[in-house]
């Protein structure tokens, strides 16, 4: 279980020292600039994802994402759809509001569902 946390943790830490970079960018109107970490932080999401649910991700799984991530137990609300939007635009502003909100969603409820299965 600590190996999952450490990684969760690590993630979201990441996230937030750098999806102010990402705003920048959207603020500036700099889609472009903003495409590559929206892609990075859609991965980082993915594994977050799985670590939440205390499984393992690979490469694989991360290339069929939304077969794997039917089949993790706990998700956020709406998961496979706003991952499918942001998937298919990362470089849209909107992309970047469901992402954040995705990573905020997700950092509550891991924390509960790793506590709660100690």
């Not at 594994?47 to 694989?60: A, H, S, T």
């Amino acid at each position: 279980m600590e190996q999952y946390t450490e990684q969760l943790t690590e993630i979201f830490k990441e996230w937030k020292e750098k999806s102010p970079f990402i705003a920048d960018c959207f603020k500036n109107r700099d889609r472009n600039k903003a495409k590559e970490p929206m892609i990075y932080f859609f991965h980082q999401f993915l594994k977050v994802l799985f670590c939440g649910n205390r499984k393992m991700v690979d490469e694989q799984a991360l290339i069929i994402w939304k077969e794997s991530v039917k089949e993790l137990d706990r998700l956020p609300v709406n998961a496979i759809e706003r991952l499918s939007f942001i998937k298919e635009q990362p470089d849209h502003y909107q992309s970047f509001i469901q992402l954040s909100e995705l990573f905020s969603e997700w950092e509550k409820k891991s924390v509960i569902l790793l506590k709660r299965k100690t």
